[in-house]
């Protein structure tokens, strides 16, 4: 196993909600990725954080935001959902001395109703 | 320019016959090319990677074929086997300061037995 959780497994929520996921990587792991992976598709990057700054951005809107915790935890912040946020969410955690890898959690299923 | 195209979008393959799924990219600045296999309910699991300075990268059944001046590679899967039944994504490293992955589509492999 890659050692990145996430919580929840599932989540529903209604539209103009908010919502945040939970995600825990290992020692040493200080760089954190956030995907949104719509059915069907491919992972699209939301935003990474480094030492608890976001330091990359991807097409998303600001109501995507996040935060990284010093004991290797983050969060991803959705708020007002739409209907269009209904994906995957996954996490990565990048080790320090292995740029190369990305190691994916097994994501959160937010269904926006 | 940061996309990367995939194909095909599924297929199916006899057992102990050889997979092939292709990717073709744009931007020259990508640096490193992963492929990634999940099965459902799961997190993308890093299969093989290759960087653009070596042609061929082999790893057990996985081979990865790389064209830098076509800008494109591909996954061999030998003697494939109906536990490989997944689907595959490839994926290019950018660095903008920050190391973010852009993934093709995804191709849903069918290993019928």
């Known amino acids: 196993e890659t050692g990145v959780t996430q919580s929840p497994t599932h989540l529903i929520k209604t539209r103009g909600q908010q919502v945040t996921l939970r995600c825990s990587s290992q020692s040493g792991h200080n760089t954190v990725s956030w995907y949104q992976q719509a059915l069907g598709q491919g992972p699209q990057f939301i935003f990474q954080?480094?030492?608890?700054?976001?330091?990359g951005r991807g097409n998303f809107p600001p109501r995507f935001s996040g935060l990284q915790f010093p004991n290797y935890s983050s969060e991803l912040n959705v708020n007002a959902l739409e209907l269009d946020d209904s994906a995957l969410y996954l996490c990565?955690?990048?080790?320090?001395?292995?740029?190369?890898?990305?190691?994916f959690g097994p994501g959160t299923r937010l269904t926006v109703l | 320019q940061q996309q990367v195209k995939q194909s095909p979008q599924s297929l199916i393959v006899q057992k102990g016959g050889i997979s092939i799924i292709n990717c073709a990219y744009e931007n020259t600045a990508f640096d490193y090319f992963p492929w990634y296999q999940q099965f459902p309910g799961k997190g993308p699991a890093l299969l093989i990677a290759?960087?653009?300075?070596?042609s061929e990268k082999k790893e057990g059944r996985f081979t990865i074929s790389f064209n830098k001046s076509a800008k494109q590679f591909s996954l061999h899967i030998m003697d494939s086997q109906p536990g490989d039944s997944a689907t595959y994504f490839c994926a290019a490293r950018g660095h903008l300061g920050y190391s973010t992955l852009t993934f093709g589509k995804g191709t849903m492999l069918l290993v019928s037995p």
């Open positions: 290759i960087r653009p300075d070596v």
């Open positions: 990565a955690s990048i080790p320090d001395l292995e740029e190369d890898t990305q190691y």
């Open positions: 954080y480094y030492r608890e700054e976001e330091n």
